[in-house]
């Protein structure tokens, strides 16, 4: 069975920094890409950055390059999103997903439930 989990959100001041983990089970780690993506209310969800684990290969959403990145840890089958100069608008839920290649939300297989990130101005 293929298992997200999400941990490491909270509330944290503007200019502040998250660091997201994604625990991933059930398939094996390198053959897959791992997605973050986010929802506020009331908007669509979109992606914040990908990596393709085999490749090492990542991408970033404009509005958070530079202030994010996205790392994998094999040893612990996990993908890790430092969040760096946070801001009131990336306040929103935090999932991360799992499919052959990075690809858009509605496109991902595999997801986990999500964790609030809050931003304080």
């Known amino acids: 069975e293929v298992r997200l989990v999400e941990s490491g959100g909270g509330l944290v001041q503007a200019g502040g920094s998250l660091r997201l983990s994604c625990a991933v089970s059930?398939?094996?780690?390198?053959?897959?890409?791992i997605g973050w993506f986010r929802q506020a209310p009331g908007q669509e969800r979109e992606g914040v950055s990908c990596?393709?684990?085999?490749?090492?290969?990542?991408w970033y959403a404009d509005s958070v390059k530079g202030r994010f990145t996205i790392s994998s840890d094999n040893a612990k089958n996990t993908v890790n999103l430092q969040m760096n100069s946070l801001k009131p608008e990336d306040t929103a839920v935090y999932y991360c997903?799992?499919?052959?290649?990075?690809?858009?939300?509605?496109?991902?297989?595999?997801w986990g439930k999500g964790t609030l990130v809050t931003v304080s101005s």
């Open positions: 990596m393709r684990l085999s490749y090492g290969s990542t």
């Open positions: 059930g398939f094996t780690f390198d053959d897959y890409a």
């Open positions: 997903a799992a499919d052959t290649n990075c690809r858009r939300a509605r496109d991902m297989d595999y």
